[in-house]
């Protein structure tokens, strides 16, 4: 498709040509701006988010492990991946304040002061056709005026005022040679400003196609190191999942059990050791025999079946010599059971009696 050019649509007699293309500047710049302001916080963020990373980085993730299992070494690559994504995330930060958003402050600067000469140099060649325009303009009328006044001095016939007819015409000579004078001026001013104002022209195409091309060519950059960086992080993460692949769980077990195991012997359980009664203490033997008995005679009645009324007694034999007693044994057996605890208090009772 043919490009068409800015000279040649934007011809006009007043400033209206200059306004449109002054306000497509001003709005060419707004865009500038506008993108510039995205590179500057995209590159804050983008440290902070560095920075954050690197702190994360510090964190040991194996400290609790055993150094020599394969998953220590898995979580060890965690940090180290991180570190490095932290580090392409800073360094993107620096490309983009560096490569990016720099250059196009002062490219922005550039267009600005390139438009500037371009519109001051149409803006004196304008205000200096606007001159031209009103001294002719007055010349015009003056001459016109001047014609005027002649032809109605002729059209009266008055041949007494022939004099006055003689000098108006040497006027009015004067007048169309000033009028003449100053469209021969206009029209070298007004080539001037047509060539001015072509310049402008050309130069505002200039400005607008360069613009464009170079933030065309900037934010390609921008994406590209955008995909940059996301391939630095997707490495990082390629480098945990192939650490994660190698660990073996079989020999961090086998590794920690050849390292730290202490015994392959079971310790035995400790069994019951009945108490020596030594001194042949008669009053532990009672208790002992009575505590067995009741312990015998609970299964027993638990055998029978729940719901039986009778009572069952407990039979106290003490092994010793002594008749008295053996004669306090025998009245235990004509007693009913009531409790443990009645049983024992009576014992008690008994052989106090007998000391």
């Not at 865009?31 to 804050?44: H, L, Q, S, Y």
Request: aromatic share 8%.
């Amino acid at each position: 498709m043919a490009k068409s050019r800015i000279a040649d649509h934007f011809w006009a007699e007043d400033n209206k040509a200059l306004n449109i293309l002054s306000e497509r500047m001003q709005n060419s710049n707004s865009t500038c701006n506008a993108i510039r302001t995205v590179f500057e916080k995209r590159a804050r963020i983008e440290e902070e988010y560095g920075q954050r990373l690197l702190q994360l980085s510090e964190i040991s993730l194996s400290e609790f492990e055993e150094s020599y299992s394969t998953f220590s070494e898995s979580l060890e690559s965690i940090p180290t991946a991180t570190e490095a994504a932290a580090r392409a995330h800073i360094d993107l930060a620096q490309h983009i304040k560096q490569l990016l958003e720099t250059p196009l402050a002062g490219f922005i600067r550039n267009q600005k002061e390139q438009w500037k000469m371009a519109t001051t140099r149409v803006g004196e060649s304008q205000n200096l056709k606007s001159r031209y325009i009103q001294g002719m303009q007055h010349a015009q009328s003056k001459y016109m005026d001047e014609c005027t006044k002649l032809s109605r001095a002729n059209s009266l016939m008055d041949y007494n005022a022939r004099s006055e007819i003689q000098q108006s015409l040497h006027i009015i000579s004067s007048l169309e040679q000033s009028y003449k004078q100053s469209l021969e001026d206009l029209e070298s001013v007004s080539k001037q400003w047509v060539d001015d104002w072509r310049n402008t022209c050309e130069t505002f195409q200039k400005l607008e196609e360069n613009r464009i091309d170079y933030l065309r060519r900037t934010i390609w950059s921008y994406a590209n190191m955008m995909s940059t960086v996301y391939v630095v992080d997707d490495q990082s993460c390629e480098r945990i999942r192939t650490s994660l692949e190698v660990i073996d769980i079989s020999g961090d077990t086998n590794a920690f059990v050849n390292k730290k195991g202490t015994s392959t012997t079971i310790p035995n359980i400790p069994q019951f050791v009945p108490f020596n009664n030594d001194h042949n203490d008669p009053l532990f033997n009672l208790n002992l025999n009575h505590l067995n008995h009741s312990r015998n005679n609970s299964q027993s009645v638990n055998s029978e079946g729940k719901g039986s009324n009778s009572r069952n007694t407990h039979e106290i034999n003490i092994p010793v010599a002594d008749e008295e007693l053996r004669s306090v044994n025998d009245q235990l057996r004509m007693l009913p059971l009531t409790s443990e605890i009645a049983d024992t208090k009576f014992v008690h009772q008994m052989v106090k009696e007998k000391k």
